[in-house]
């Protein structure tokens, strides 16, 4: 039986089970005394279209499109479970059409107690950093890669604490074809030398994975691994103000769609590892911190099915070594780690100029300064396709061609009671052909950016401000395949600490062609009353391509009217 | 504790026995035997730089599977879009948007291309899927018991340009669901621009496509064939007369009809022919 079958056959038993908690205080006079907690949220999004030839904006058939999901979540004692229900009639424009439909989708039971934790159902879990293992729900992307099956955590002494679980990843509204199993050991030295750890301010954390995944070898022209193993290692060493973290995991032979290589006009898998090594180091002081981090991922795709492409079936998580801005202009043309093969790193500083300097004045300044860059790897091809099939190979020495860089610094500052800014300047470098299109040959030209913000907040009354924000992002304007430059320009009012009402105003002056050099705007308003919120935007917003490993997925641009309900028992 | 342990020894011994190391990639190649005919459709675009990859892998099983496998080229969805100076001819067609569309459609295009289906069936990793998939699907396909024969009839008129088709179907099993039959014109050896990331530069001026869809002869989903039950050695024979084609648009020696019978209510392919327009 496929689990969207047992979804919709579940629907009836989540319901009857959920009913017989009791969770209702009119049920009878004594059940409140029984329960410890139910929680949980529901957000709505629905959007009205309206086509949009100069913008791109596609005729919508339905005209009104919705992503919609709630989660009910119960706890008594030692015992919990919850549910999702998804529905999408249909699913928003941008997001994949196999999310069609409703249905509870994620369902699961735990127990826990001291000794003992063990969930059926739908699992979120992650093994150290996310190299080797980590399923998370991330609804604004439609991300959700969680393991239905069984997961066991025990603590059979102070400080140990092993993991096991094996399950199938959630697609859509079924599993995959893949089973995933993994075992996870962590060691706290320090609370296992319990009399030391009183002395001792130094904690070091060792930990170890093995994460397999099994998929039938049905292809008729190659000798497939059914069985694909990965395992790694990692040490967190913390003192004070300082932190290390680093983690290394070797993937055995896994050929699957993501390192599929055309040879001479025919297309074979590479039967090559994979490996990938992260670590991350931070001191921190008064008034001061920095930070490093650093990566290289080398044929790190890792699924649960080896023909699983963009965002579907990823077992593990491949961490962004730059900043995820949030600001509209630097975060323009966003940074994905590529899991084919990158090798990056990131450093900052902050400061705090302390009250009463020269710089600080009479609140303080922070400034952060930030400088991040990946890279490629260097690829050597291997005549091996008719034996071995490992294709390529690597050094480790050896860099290959840019794919990004990021260089920003932000200065945060009051200025006096009621008025505060934000000012920013990155300059960005984005290899277009690699970061959207997954090949050096796509065509493009490399954008190198220039980007300004200005960001102020006039805080007129208490909870109440107006905020101003005006960004630039100058970019090469001849470049035709490219959209040149941009203005952005927002004015949001915040009369009381629960409204707000915004303007923004995204012109692209700089577009090649004259005809679209066009004002994207977008009014925005929102309501928020205690755990509810929401909120109304109308207005245009940009198209952009997403694509991963060799599979590309439109975003079309849009035009309507947007609507977002969110709420939280 | 002892639980806990035991639970968990169990999961480390299943774990660490699972990882299979492969020294011989490659199979040898396996003959299959089969009456059964496979629909194959490719779903691309000329601006999908990742398509091309798939057109050969297409090729490849074509020539692998000779006559036992059909192959569709659906230009469709937002890689099919227009820019001068190289990508202004259109190859789109109401048939393959509509069934590229998400609503309504089998949603291929907002899956991601390169992308296709092979008998419009699901084969334990999802309807949609990638070129790396199909040989396996195929090869399951073909090995699939044979529903009903096909015979298609065709007669072309070189100075009307007129097309009849006659599609004869004879079911050899027994079928609980109602049948529809879809019927849509091919062309080959088609040549124009197509993005291509394995070449440098990136446009293949004079890039041969084949197997295009090109319009429906009756609709985009059909006409119902035989409605449930259907029997051993039912038969049904639908004609389609006075087609008018576009022999300025399409070169009428290189187009094809393809007919297939399909599950009205699942949409899986139940058997497909072909046959070439001019002989």
Not at chain 1, 397 to 407: A, C, L, P, R
Not at chain 1, 446 to 451: A, K, L, P, T, Y
Request: proline content about 3%.
């Amino acid at each position: 039986m496929t689990l969207s079958r047992f979804f919709k056959s579940s629907v009836t038993a989540a319901f009857l089970f959920l009913i017989s908690l009791k969770p209702f205080k009119g049920f009878t006079q004594n059940v409140s005394d029984e329960i410890n907690s139910i929680h949980g949220n529901f957000q709505i999004d629905a959007q009205y279209y309206n086509a949009d030839s100069l913008i791109g904006a596609p005729k919508v058939p339905e005209k009104m499109l919705s992503n919609a999901f709630g989660n009910i979540n119960y706890q008594k004692g030692k015992f919990s479970a919850g549910m999702r229900y998804e529905a999408y009639n249909n699913v928003m424009q941008g997001f994949d059409a196999r999310y069609k439909g409703q249905g509870i989708t994620n369902r699961y039971a735990r127990y826990q107690d001291k000794l003992l934790d063990i969930t059926i159902g739908n699992i979120y879990e992650q093994f150290g950093g996310g190299l080797i293992l980590r399923t998370y729900y991330e609804p604004g992307l439609l991300y959700d890669n969680s393991l239905d099956g069984i997961r066991v955590i025990s603590n059979p002494y102070k400080g140990i604490t092993l993991k096991g679980l094996v399950g199938k990843q959630r697609s859509f509204f079924t599993v995959g074809q893949g089973i995933v199993r993994g075992v996870d050991g962590e060691v706290n030295i320090n609370e296992i030398l319990d009399s030391l750890a009183k002395n001792i301010k130094t904690k070091v954390i060792v930990g170890g994975s093995f994460v397999s995944k099994f998929q039938i070898d049905e292809d008729p022209h190659f000798n497939l691994p059914q069985n694909v193993g990965a395992y790694g290692g990692r040490l967190n060493v913390i003192r004070d103000g300082f932190n290390f973290f680093g983690e290394y995991v070797y993937k055995e032979n896994d050929p699957s769609v993501a390192n599929a290589s055309s040879v001479e006009g025919k297309n074979y898998y590479s039967y090559r590892h994979g490996e990938a090594a992260f670590m991350s180091m931070s001191l921190a002081a008064k008034g001061i911190s920095f930070m490093i981090q650093g990566k290289r991922v080398d044929n790190m795709s890792f699924r649960s099915d080896r023909d699983a492409t963009l965002q579907n079936l990823l077992i593990n998580y491949l961490p962004a070594t730059t900043r995820q801005h949030t600001y509209l202009m630097p975060a323009y043309s966003p940074y994905a780690t590529q899991p084919k093969g990158e090798v990056g790193g990131m450093a900052e500083m902050q400061y705090k100029f302390a009250k009463g300097t020269l710089l600080g004045g009479k609140y303080g300044m922070d400034i952060t300064l930030n400088a991040s860059m990946a890279n490629g790897l260097k690829v050597i091809g291997v005549n091996d396709s008719s034996s071995y099939s490992t294709l390529y190979t690597t050094n480790y020495s050896d860099v290959g061609e840019q794919y990004y860089h990021d260089y920003f610094i932000e200065i945060n500052r009051k200025f006096s009671k009621k008025i505060k800014g934000t000012l920013m300047y990155a300059n960005q470098f984005y290899n277009k052909n690699i970061v959207q299109y997954g090949s050096p040959n796509a065509g493009y030209k490399n954008i190198v950016s220039n980007i300004i913000v200005v960001d102020l907040t006039y805080k007129y009354k208490p909870g109440s401000a107006i905020r101003f924000e005006t960004q630039w992002l100058g970019r090469d304007n001849k470049d035709t395949l490219n959209l040149g430059s941009w203005a952005s320009e927002l004015i949001e009012w915040t009369p009381t600490s629960n409204i707000f009402v915004a303007v923004l105003d995204q012109y692209n002056y700089g577009n090649p062609v004259e005809s679209l050099k066009l004002h994207y705007f977008l009014v925005s308003a929102g309501y928020t009353s205690g755990p509810h919120r929401i909120s109304f935007s109308y207005g245009k917003q940009r198209a952009g391509i997403f694509c991963v490993g060799g599979v590309c997925r439109n975003v079309p641009a849009s035009n309507g009217l947007a609507v977002s309900i969110t709420s939280s028992f | 504790m002892k639980i806990s342990l035991i639970l968990i020894s169990i999961l480390v011994c299943f774990g660490c026995v699972s990882c299979d190391k492969v020294n011989n990639p490659i199979q040898s190649e396996q003959i299959i035997v089969s009456n059964r005919k496979v629909l194959l459709e490719d779903y691309t675009g000329h601006q999908c730089g990742n398509c091309p990859n798939a057109a050969r892998t297409a090729e490849q099983l074509s020539a692998q599977y000779g006559a036992n496998l059909v192959v569709i080229a659906v230009h469709a969805g937002f890689f099919t879009k227009l820019n001068a100076p190289d990508f202004v001819t259109s190859y789109t067609c109401q048939v393959g948007n509509d069934w590229d569309a998400a609503s309504g459609g089998f949603g291929i295009s907002s899956a991601g291309n390169p992308n296709g289906m092979v008998n419009r069936k699901d084969n334990g990793s999802g309807l949609i899927q990638k070129e790396t998939k199909w040989g396996s699907s195929i090869a399951k396909a073909l090995q699939a018991p044979d529903l009903c024969d096909m015979w298609l009839t065709l007669n072309y008129n070189t100075i009307s340009n007129t097309l009849n088709t006659t599609v004869k179907t004879k079911f050899k099993k027994t079928y609980g669901s109602n049948t529809k039959l879809s019927v849509v014109l091919t062309e080959d050896s088609i040549i124009g621009p197509q993005k291509d990331y394995t070449q440098n530069p990136d446009v293949i001026t004079n890039y041969v496509f084949m197997h295009m869809l090109r319009e429906g002869i009756n609709g985009s989903w059909g006409d119902p064939l035989k409605y449930a039950p259907i029997k051993y050695a039912d038969s049904v024979t639908l004609s389609y007369n006075n087609f008018q084609v576009n022999a300025v648009k399409y070169k009428p020696n290189n187009l094809y009809v393809v007919a297939f019978v399909y599950d009205a209510t699942t949409k899986e392919i139940l058997e497909v022919e072909k046959a070439k327009v001019i002989k």
